[in-house]
């Protein structure tokens, strides 16, 4: 298996540009997650989806949209970047198929640069 | 919304020295899951505590889930240890499943 890849690794944008970032995970896992890390912090909730077909906003979901068409894939888009939104992304992905358990796996991070 | 604290922020050893992490939080939690950043910033999924004691070779964690704490022991670090220390909470949140972090404690650990 090779868990949750993400691409690509590092990119950089001018302000007003689109991008999407790209996550795949191949754990049949059914909850998927998009994150942001800025420097010194912990991470924040982009958005979440529970299976395809299915996505909610987190905890900062302005200037993100996201969509889940299979169980593998899940990306992220960025429209008319901005330098808030410099800063490293981390798609992760859970089987959560009882409650209580969720135990997130991640994977190596986006580091977006906005000028 | 819940509050999740982790102590010490910063913490500098020397290799071969014990470490104790902690981390609070203000309110019932599902479960708690603790992460290591390596220098890379990959982030290593440690432990999946939701109480009691779990040990891996030199780290073990410890959740006291009726207390809203859980601490993790880092025992004969190495520098390979260094890095970003991170737990996060496990919450039902409008139906779904989602993890809220803590800021970190970063450890040093100097040869």
């Known amino acids: 298996n090779a868990g949750v890849t993400q691409t690509p690794k590092f990119r950089i944008l001018k302000i007003g540009q689109s991008m999407t970032l790209q996550c795949t995970q191949d754990?049949?896992?059914?909850?998927m997650y998009w994150y942001r890390q800025d420097p010194g912090m912990g991470l924040k909730l982009i958005y979440y989806?529970?299976?395809?077909?299915?996505?909610d906003k987190g905890e900062v979901p302005n200037g993100y949209n996201v969509s889940r068409s299979t169980t593998e894939d899940f990306p992220l888009r960025l429209e008319l970047a901005a330098p808030s939104q410099t800063s490293v992304y981390f798609c992760?992905?859970?089987?959560?198929?009882?409650?209580?358990?969720?135990?997130?796996?991640f994977g190596p991070g986006t580091r977006l640069t906005v000028l | 919304g819940i509050q999740v604290e982790q102590s010490p922020p910063d913490l500098i050893l020397q290799e071969g020295a014990n470490s104790t992490l902690r981390c609070n939080f203000s309110?019932?939690?599902?479960?708690l899951q603790w992460f290591h950043q390596n220098p890379w910033g990959q982030l290593i999924n440690l432990f999946y505590?939701?109480?009691g004691t779990k040990q891996n070779g030199r780290l073990s964690a410890t959740t006291v889930a009726t207390e809203r704490y859980s601490l993790l022991y880092i025992s004969s670090s190495q520098t390979t240890d260094s890095g970003v220390y991170f737990c996060?909470?496990?919450?039902?949140?409008?139906?779904?499943?989602?993890?809220?972090f803590g800021q970190g404690t970063r450890l040093t650990i100097n040869p």
């Open positions: 996060a909470v496990d919450l039902l949140i409008q139906g779904a499943q989602k993890l809220v």
């Open positions: 989806s529970v299976g395809a077909g299915i996505t």
């Open positions: 754990m049949n896992h059914n909850y």
């Open positions: 992760a992905s859970s089987y959560t198929g009882y409650a209580g358990y969720n135990e997130q796996f």
């Open positions: 505590i939701p109480s």
């Open positions: 309110d019932s939690v599902n479960n």
